[in-house]
């Protein structure tokens, strides 16, 4: 089984489903139209707790711990490409018994994969829209501290065992949150505390960002066959807003963009807000 624990967010609405060797835990809620809900490297279903109550009145949303986050269970971590994952989870819908989403929304890296559904899906979404999409590299501070984490060395089971033993004592984590440039209230700060302290959530988040492959992504975006959105963050620490826009503008230049006050977790932050952007575009 793999369920997360009973105070977890929005747990009646948790499902645990097996497709191959992946146990998922997934967040299934409402019905109609199937909304797709992807989070971000070092994520979990619960970054969208705040939205999906204002979701299930116009569809079937679908909120799931992606391969080697959170509470699913099971994956090979040299596994964790766009491409794959899009696969893993054209394989849970399956499993799940529902149709092709008609939306897919993703915050961060699962932006990029959002991108990566509608590029390869059969048959696309009616829209794709990204919150604070991580489609450039993050500030060069940020990838300073980062870089070494994301080495193969540091996704192995062993280095990351000792991250995620040294996530609570030295306040490496709330430093993490802080540099998003998002104010998140204890309550919420505790989930991340409680992701990174399993260390192969910690494995998945660096192998997800360490195959992060934007170059084989971006290029084919001009030809998606399907509108795409993106909310940025003005006060986002990580995805800078100037050279975020002059991407979405090369490869994406048809794509609405917003910028709303806010941190890379602006979703987070402005639940309905983003809840409502969604119900749009649907």
Known sequence: MSLPPPDWPLREFSRSVRTGEVDWHVQVAGRGPVILLLHG????????????????????????????????????????????????????LQALELPRPALVAGHSAGAALALRWALDAPRPPKAVLGFAPSLVPPPAYYMQWMAPLVHPFATSAPVTSMLAWAVGPTGMLDWLLDSTGSKLPEAERRLYRTLFAQPTHVRGAMSFMAAADLPSLLPGCAALPCPT??????????????????????????????????????????????????????
Do not use: N
């Open 41 to 92: 490297s070092g994520g979990s279903s619960h970054s969208f707790a705040g939205m999906l109550p204002h979701l299930v009145a116009h569809g079937t949303v679908v909120a799931p711990d992606l391969p080697g986050h959170g509470f699913t269970t099971g994956a090979r971590f040299d596994a964790l490409t766009l491409p794959r994952l899009r696969e893993a989870i054209a394989s849970l």
């Open 229 to 282: 959105a993106f909310v940025l963050g003005r006060e986002d620490g990580w995805i800078r807003e100037r050279p975020l826009r002059r991407v979405l503008q090369r490869h994406l230049p048809q794509a609405e963009v917003q910028t709303w006050p806010g941190g890379h977790l602006l979703h987070e932050q402005s639940p309905e807000r983003a809840a409502q952007r969604l119900i749009e575009l649907l």
